[in-house]
């Protein structure tokens, strides 16, 4: 099946500054990418969803000049988590959808801890 | 928002036994379900899928079950096996192409 990557698998910052994460389909190209937070023993919830060469489109109540995203291409998405606080500490995992509309594929997930 | 939820938050099984999770959808036009499977610190991984033409789908010790009439999704596992304790989520799709993911329920294995 379809392979996606995340980088890193986990992450220590403190706060105040700013993290990277990415999200690559390894074995297609990803026309769609997803974008979820997970805290401990809850559900997936939809950050935002990323189209190639276009803005992302943010859920509500997700700040979008505090959670960048990107998709500069159709293998690679990334998150940027700027000026973290300790409780953007979470689990975030991406998806990343195929040529057929219902696919989707995650990622491995990225554990991030602000300090 | 959609409402995906989950009647059972957690499930123990006997090792061999057969496990049943529960779900219920919302949204009566939702075209696909998915099931995935989630272990501790790991992404979902995909288990198996429906769409809503159908009722029933089976893969490999996986059933899934599709009541559009009271809009409920079951997932059977058979021959429980230890290696099958995680938490397992449903998701709907919507016609917008939007996914919705339950609560999850979280299956113990039991040796």
């Known amino acids: 099946g379809a392979v996606v990557s995340q980088h890193p698998s986990r992450v220590i910052c403190k706060s105040g500054t700013s993290v990277k994460i990415e999200c690559r389909s390894l074995?297609?190209?990803?026309?769609?990418m997803f974008w979820y937070r997970q805290f401990p023993k809850q559900s997936l919830m939809l950050m935002a969803t990323s189209n190639e060469g276009s803005k992302a489109t943010y859920e509500q109540g997700v700040e979008k000049d505090k959670f960048l995203i990107n998709h500069a291409s159709l293998t690679l998405s990334t998150l940027t988590v700027t000026s973290a606080h300790p409780e953007d500490s979470s689990f975030y995992i991406c998806s990343a959808g195929g040529s057929l509309s219902y696919e989707q594929y995650f990622g491995p997930g990225t554990r991030l801890t602000v300090t | 928002g959609e409402s995906v939820g989950l009647h059972l938050p957690t499930l123990s099984v006997q090792e061999g036994d057969n496990s049943i999770i529960n779900c219920a959808y919302s949204?009566?036009?939702?075209?696909?379900f998915i099931w995935y499977k989630q272990e501790s610190g790991k992404g979902p991984q995909f288990i198996i899928d429906?769409?809503?033409?159908?009722d029933k789908r089976q893969g490999q010790r996986v059933t899934v079950l599709l009541n559009k009439t009271v809009k409920h999704l079951s997932l059977q596992i058979a021959a429980t096996q230890p290696g099958d304790s995680a938490v397992y989520f449903c998701?709907?799709?919507?016609?917008?192409?939007?996914?919705?993911f339950g609560t999850g329920t979280s299956l113990t294995v039991i040796p």
């Open positions: 949204n009566s036009a939702s075209d696909y």
């Open positions: 429906i769409r809503s033409n159908m």
């Open positions: 998701a709907e799709r919507d016609p917008g192409n939007q996914f919705y």
């Open positions: 074995d297609f190209q990803a026309t769609t």
